[in-house]
């Protein structure tokens, strides 16, 4: 299968076409900058990670997408529902309780993932499907440097290289240059994990004839070793899959006996969903499609902060990978995307020094990163009822930078320790672990009735714990919604897309979100 004619130079070189890759080059291209991007695989093609969160809707507006997902009918998601205890009701995460614009998407990544694609087509991007880079040269007066890369087709024998002045590597877990060139993926060793899943038809639905009709259900196994997704989509499938860590999956799988290793799998998959009641009920008589497919679910990161270089950047899975329990791939994805081309483009437009660009990338994807794997670790810690996590596995600059307006909530009034302690991590997990806990509408409506309803609006100031314990005294019940609202809104603060790019200030400079103006720009300016 031949590929049209590659050219032998450009502007600047993205590598993947996934998310991260296809957002990053939209963006670059809509700024006016020349743009090539070789993806290895042809489009459509399969992958997981079928849920989305509000900011992904924000994102697309930006590069002009927006309309294009919602058109192809994919299945809204309201909300998330998680049940982190057999012996209590689930809790949930309303993403339309203030706004009902604030709805996010299940959807089939096959057909979001060439609908990016072919955007960024449109908005002026090169694109080459079936294109393999076989090796990465840099210039021999400066090694650090990026500056060409040799290539070679998936079908068939064409060979070629390609010279760039900018790289971002979007390479999804291959990680061309964290794994081949940098050596600086960092396992984070309590997230490894392997997941299993299949595609289900005819199951029920979550909550129907509510505002949570239809959200997915997330579900901690019974023994503890792992959790459960149901995911429904818009083609009449359902996605249902366990993540089980790796440990856990290799000793269960040990106790099967069948005649294949796919055999296995498959009687493994459904031993493990006998471990997720709410996820069977669902089910209902729903009939599963026979094919199981697996994944090693390892979270990584990169050591130092490591996500750009002189003229490169690492965006997406490329560079770190959390736990999928939150939905958060596609919003670290194009977190990465559209920190690459701010950056890039203020390096190139010289708003800017490149040291200050490279600075600011690190920072702001080793920020997005922390968020999520304090949030994953807080859910963890109650479904498996484990200890904290090592506080050498958590990066105390990223976690300043992620969770300074949680600080002084947590701190209270107490002089901060300038140092990050177990104390103050185990306290922000605990923090975190109220935005998940249950809380129905109708204790809501209750608690409002006996506590000031203005205390559960949007605006209302984050509390301490020490705070809510002194409002709330004896009503279990207020006590238990105040936590969750104020939990809420802290993490919808995290990652609300507003503030983490118009809004948030990493080393004096924050993103310039204007097309044709995009770049960084530093708060004295």
């Known amino acids: 299968m031949g590929i049209p004619i590659v050219p032998k130079s450009t502007k600047i070189l993205v590598i993947g076409g996934g998310p991260a890759g296809a957002y990053t080059a939209s963006v670059l291209a809509r700024e006016g900058f020349q743009v090539t991007v070789f993806e290895k695989d042809h489009f459509p093609r399969y992958h997981v990670g079928e849920s989305m969160l509000p900011s992904f809707n924000a994102f697309l507006e930006f590069v002009g997408a927006k ?3 919602k058109e192809c009918g994919f299945v809204m998601k309201p909300g998330a529902a998680i049940k982190l205890n057999q012996y209590k009701r689930e809790g949930y995460t309303n993403f339309i309780q203030f706004n009902l614009e604030n709805s ?9 993932d060439d609908l990016l694609l072919k955007h960024a087509a449109e908005c002026g991007a090169q694109v080459h499907n079936g294109v393999i880079i076989d090796e990465i040269h840099f210039s021999k007066t400066d ?66 004839g509510t ?18 997704w149901f995911i429904p ?3 009449g499938t359902v996605s249902v899959g366990v993540v089980v860590s790796e440990k856990s999956n290799r000793i269960k799988k040990s106790r099967i006996q069948t005649s294949s290793d796919k055999d296995t799998t498959v009687a493994h998959y ?38 750009a270089g002189n003229h490169y950047r690492i965006a997406g899975d490329a560079g770190a990978f959390i736990d999928p329990l939150f939905s958060s791939g596609i919003h670290l994805a194009f977190t990465g995307g559209l920190a690459a081309a701010a950056s890039i483009a203020s390096s190139i437009r010289g708003d800017c020094t490149e040291a200050e660009a490279i600075d600011f990338h690190n920072a702001k994807i080793g920020t997005a990163y922390t968020r999520f794997l304090v949030v994953v670790w807080a859910v963890y810690k109650q479904m498996k009822s484990q200890t904290a996590p090592i506080l050498a596995e958590v990066d105390e600059d990223n976690f300043d930078r992620a969770f300074d307006f949680l600080r002084p909530v947590i701190q209270g009034g107490a002089e901060a320790d300038p140092h990050l302690t177990e104390n103050e991590l185990n306290e922000a997990l605990e923090f975190c672990e109220h935005g998940v806990g249950p809380a129905s509408p109708d204790l809501f409506a209750n608690v409002a009735q006996r506590i000031d309803p203005e205390l559960l609006t949007p605006n209302a100031p984050l509390m301490s714990a020490k705070e809510v314990d002194a409002i709330t005294g004896e009503d279990e019940e207020a006590k238990q919604v105040l936590r969750k609202h104020n939990s809420n809104k802290a993490l919808s603060i995290a990652f609300d897309y507003q503030h983490n790019f118009r809004n948030e200030i990493l080393n004096g400079m924050y993103v310039h979100l204007e097309k044709g103006e995009l770049g960084l720009r530093r708060i004295c300016d």
């Open 143 to 208: 090694k650090t440097r990026p500056i060409s890369a040799s290539w070679s087709s998936k079908y068939g024998s064409q060979t070629g290289a390609i010279s760039f002045d900018w790289l971002v590597d979007a390479s999804g877990r291959n990680g061309i240059m964290s794994t081949k060139y940098l050596k600086s993926r960092k396992f984070n060793e309590s997230l490894r994990n392997i997941a299993t899943w299949g595609y289900w038809k005819g199951a029920g639905v979550y909550s129907p």
């Open 104 to 112: 996010a998407w299940n959807l089939l990544r096959s057909e979001f």
């Open 67 to 69: 309309e294009k997902v």
């Open 270 to 307: 459904h031993e493990q969903l006998k471990l997720a009641p709410g996820v069977l009920r669902l089910l209902g008589d729903a009939t599963f499609n026979g094919l199981t497919r697996s994944a090693g679910d390892y979270s990584y990161s990169s050591k130092s902060n490591h996500y």
């Open 233 to 235: 989509l818009h083609n």
């Open 211 to 228: 505002d949570r009709e239809n959200a997915p259900w997330f579900e901690a196994l019974t023994d503890e070793t792992g959790w459960a």
